[in-house]
């Protein structure tokens, strides 16, 4: 009887949610999820379209090393990704244009899409973007979690046959073998990880890395990042998922590991792994939804994307456990319930989550 009765009223908070946003997004045959409809992909291809070539409000953090380089302009710095607000958000603003346009190729805004990309991803600015990286104080900027974007960017690109696509890919390389480089001298260095739930977060950063390895065969940078995951996280056990989350997360730190090491460790071993790792108390702990009290401020807003990014690991979990394993259906239902709760609130007119929130909505929905 509680068990109908709690699936019950599971049903009905996420049609609430849905029918704020059912032109945009269609529920699964099997509930299991949501799909972008080409409208719902329109209003989030929209966002980006509005800053990605925008300049102002921006946050560079960038060190100066002399007057000359501290008076530069974003975009002067940054020819390539200087708009919505910071470089990660730009470069992640791109990366969503991408896996939109692969996704809906009918796309009213496919066009403009492509006349922007191509003034953005350009040989000439990628490789203004590489020499960045260069400057005295730069090497460790944006790691890991820009870095991880440029790389998920690529790895979109990689994998797509069309001539737009072809060109930007090509135009990236620079910066991506330079992002690589970078990954695979600080990778041996990495005694502890960043166990943070925003921008350095060691996990996170390494599931793109991953990816992007695994997907364009690059098999030594795919040993690296394997090894480092076992060392680093190997042997960790009860995370303290309870204390989860700090006041402006965007990553849940036990959520991210764990998606990590599902992808690093066999079957067998994962599971063995993640009995130890999360006992039952706390993974409920991680289902209560995060309260956003106010979206126009910029760290509190990051909680929305808390909830895109434990719906796509929980999602990414559930699938990886046992039919009958009890944690299977409560991560289920979970990733459906953040992602629902948060959907309505992308479009905000608050630019402190308007400039970024898209790209994790898509990559909840579409990975």
């Known amino acids: 009887m509680k068990k109908r009765y709690f699936l019950l009223l599971f049903v009905l908070l996420v049609s609430k949610t849905y029918a704020q946003v059912s032109d945009l997004y269609t529920l699964k045959k099997d509930s299991s999820g949501f799909d972008l409809t080409i409208k719902g992909a329109s209003q989030l291809a929209s966002l980006p379209l509005k800053c990605i070539t925008q300049q102002f409000p921006n946050k560079t953090n960038h060190t100066s090393n002399s007057d000359s380089d501290h008076i530069l302009l974003p975009k002067q710095i940054h020819p390539a990704f200087f708009g919505c607000f910071d470089w990660h958000s730009s470069v992640h603003g791109h990366w969503m244009l991408v896996k939109l346009l692969k996704q809906f190729p009918s796309l009213n805004e496919a066009s403009l899409i492509r006349k922007v990309l ?34 998920k960017l690529d790895e979109e690109l990689f994998k797509w046959d069309d001539p737009d696509a072809r060109n930007w890919h090509e135009a990236l390389q ?97 599971l063995n792994w993640f009995r130890k790792y999360f006992s039952v108390q706390s993974l409920k702990h991680l289902t209560i939804l995060p309260v956003v009290s106010d979206r126009s ?33 409560l991560l289920q239902r979970s990733a459906i319930l953040h992602l629902t709760t948060a959907l309505p ?23």
Request: proline share 4%; glycine share 6%; hydrophobic share 40%.
């Open 174 to 270: 620079p910066l991506t073998e330079k992002i690589v480089s970078l990954w695979e001298n600080f990778l041996p260095k990495q005694t502890y990880a960043n166990r943070t739930g925003v921008h350095p977060n060691t996990a996170f950063g390494l599931v793109f890395a991953l990816d992007y390895a695994r997907t364009e065969n690059k098999i030594v940078f795919e040993k690296a990042i394997i090894q480092s995951a076992k060392n680093i996280f190997g042997k960790d056990i009860n995370a303290p998922a309870i204390w989860e989350p700090n006041g402006s997360d965007f990553l849940s730190p036990s959520l991210e590991e764990a998606d990590l090491m599902r992808r690093v460790l066999s079957k067998n071993d994962f």
């Open 345 to 367: 609130h992308i479009v905000s007119g608050e630019y402190g989550g308007e400039h970024w929130l898209a790209s994790f909505a898509v990559y909840a929905l579409l990975n």
């Open 297 to 329: 401020d910029l760290q509190i807003v990051h909680l929305d994307g808390l909830s895109f990014s434990r719906s796509w690991c929980m999602n990414g979990l559930a699938k990886t456990l046992p039919e009958k394993d009890a944690s299977k259906k």
């Open 118 to 151: 191509n003034t953005t991803i350009t040989k000439e600015n990628i490789l203004k973007e590489v020499k960045y990286f260069d400057m005295p104080l730069t090497s460790s900027w944006e790691r890991t979690y820009g870095w991880a974007w440029i790389l």
